[in-house]
């Protein structure tokens, strides 16, 4: 089976735009998570998607925002950059949305905001 | 609340030593705990995780960790390292009733020859 992939691998924006990642689960997963990775803040849970609904979300500004479609595949959006949001964002996904589940995570989008 | 205490931020060892990364968590119920790691500019690969039964647990690449309870800590070891062990190691711990995972600061571990 394919792995959990993200595209872009790199972007760079400018700040004040805004930015759409993309995370593709493994065949079969209905669950979707990301997380923001930082050298300051380490590894952050942004939200979590099931079946098209946001199941959880962590403590992030509301310009942080995704959404999940009927494929499973799901897209985060960070409007009004900052330059505090450069970081690498990982998306992971598993079967189902129990705790014990295993999440398979993505290569990561690295974004710079100049 | 879950939190997840990772002494160490760098660990050198020797090629061929034990290799042994700590792990503490903060928990008010009997947890899931995790172990992954991450190579450079890649995500995160599950090395081992605890849910319930045997508390010894075995993992990838020869790694394995014990949960222990009486001391809220789930340590992971490998009895020799290898070179391509070097990678930065996080343990993680899931809520009650969620899936999100909650990090610790990570372990940089560097394997000398």
């Known amino acids: 089976k394919a792995g959990v992939t993200q595209t872009p691998r790199y972007l760079i924006k400018t700040r004040g735009q805004q930015v759409t990642l993309s995370c593709s689960p493994i065949?079969?997963?209905?669950?979707v998570s990301w997380y923001q990775q930082t050298p300051g803040q380490g590894l952050q849970f942004l939200f979590e998607y099931f079946s098209e609904t946001q199941r959880n979300k962590g403590n992030f500004p509301g310009r942080f925002s995704g959404r999940q479609f009927s494929n499973s595949r799901s897209e985060m959006n960070v409007s009004t950059l900052e330059l505090g949001d450069s970081a690498l964002y990982l998306c992971?996904?598993?079967?189902?949305?129990?705790?014990?589940?295993?999440?398979?995570f993505g290569p990561g989008t690295r974004l710079l905001v100049l | 609340a879950q939190s997840v205490t990772q002494l160490g931020s760098h660990v050198s060892v020797s090629e061929g030593a034990l290799v042994l990364l700590r792990c503490n968590y903060s928990s008010s119920v009997p947890p899931y705990l995790f172990w992954y790691v991450q190579y450079p500019n890649q995500g995160l690969q599950l090395l081992l995780k605890?849910?319930?039964?045997?508390?010894l647990v075995k993992g990838i690449n020869g790694f394995e960790a014990e949960f222990k309870k009486s001391e809220t800590s789930f340590h992971l070891t490998k009895p020799s390292a290898h070179m391509s062990d070097a990678a930065e190691y996080f343990c993680a711990v899931t809520p009650t009733g969620a899936n999100n995972l909650f990090f610790g600061t990570g372990t940089r571990l560097t394997v000398i020859p």
């Open positions: 065949s079969g997963h209905r669950s």
């Open positions: 605890y849910t319930t039964g045997a508390t």
């Open positions: 992971a996904s598993s079967l189902g949305y129990r705790a014990e589940e295993t999440q398979y």
